[in-house]
């Protein structure tokens, strides 16, 4: 269910944020989004997408686009999923450039202009590299660089990070990419094959300031079937992109969800 805002609005930038159960957060991020790129000078919209949401978080936002026409709310039926939320809110993205990013303020907003920096400079995708990392050292940080180590090596990419939502893209560049199962995290290696240019920026990882980590991750049930009838394990999706362009074997599907599961 979409609440649209004036349909003739065509902005350079559209900022793409999933949310579920966000309800703390919601104000906030929306009164440090709007503050940044009011700054910035240039045309913007806001695109914040509900999967499937229990709390009051669909009333706050839907409250916020009824007082700002640069706002445009997606609602889901249910919660989905990060790429699903995702793929939803690029469908109704309007920028020439679209700056996804998550909505528990963990994504600090001030850091948006260094994103809208590199894209000034002409780069396709401008990915998110949290380089100072908050997470515990032997349970988060050091199995996500070996994940991420391992999903340079496979996909020829050569990026620290690919776990983050925090990226930027040019809209031609995300339209020719299908997003399901867990292939959010890999934008940059498909985008890769396509042509496209790629820079990765230092990001601040903050500590969540309210509520719990609600945002599903991972495999949809939609997908899921479709691979398992198939007879292809979760992370399959991954693997089998990546083998169409020579950069897997067929062996690669496990060590990929197991990387997957680090980032």
Not at 44 to 62: A, K, P, W, Y
Not at 100 to 120: R, T, Y
Not at 141 to 157: E, F, Q, Y
Not at 246 to 260: N, Q
Request: glycine share 6%; charged share 25%; hydrophobic share 40%.
């Amino acid at each position: 269910m979409r609440f649209p805002y004036n349909s003739r609005f065509m902005p350079r930038y559209s900022i793409v944020v999933p949310l579920h159960n966000e309800q703390e957060n919601v104000t906030d991020l929306y009164d440090r989004l709007k503050a940044v790129m009011e700054i910035n000078g240039e045309s913007f919209e806001i695109v914040l997408v509900d999967d499937g949401s229990t709390d009051r978080s669909f009333h706050l936002l839907r409250e916020i686009a009824a007082v700002d026409s640069r706002v445009t709310v997606v609602r889901l039926r249910r919660n989905f999923g990060q790429t699903s939320a995702l793929a939803a809110g690029f469908d109704h993205a309007r920028g020439e450039y679209i700056i996804a990013m998550d909505g528990d303020l963990q994504h600090d907003p001030a850091d948006i202009p260094i994103f809208l920096e590199k894209i000034s400079e002409g780069y396709d995708i401008v990915s998110g590299w949290r380089k100072q990392r908050i997470d515990n050292l032997w349970l988060r940080r050091i199995p996500s660089r070996c994940a991420n180590w391992l999903m340079a090596k496979l996909s020829g990419v050569d990026i620290h990070d690919f776990g983050t939502t925090f990226k930027a893209y040019r809209r031609d560049i995300i339209e020719q990419i299908p997003l399901y199962g867990e292939l959010h995290r890999f934008i940059p290696a498909l985008a890769s094959w396509h042509g496209a240019s790629i820079v990765e920026v230092p990001i601040r990882n903050v500590h969540r300031e309210r509520g719990a980590s609600f945002l599903r991750h991972g495999w949809d049930a939609e997908h899921s079937f479709r691979f398992r009838s198939r007879g292809l394990a979760p992370g399959a999706e991954i693997s089998e992109a990546l083998r169409s362009h020579g950069t897997a074997r067929p062996v690669d599907a496990v060590r990929i969800r197991a990387a997957v599961g680090w980032l």
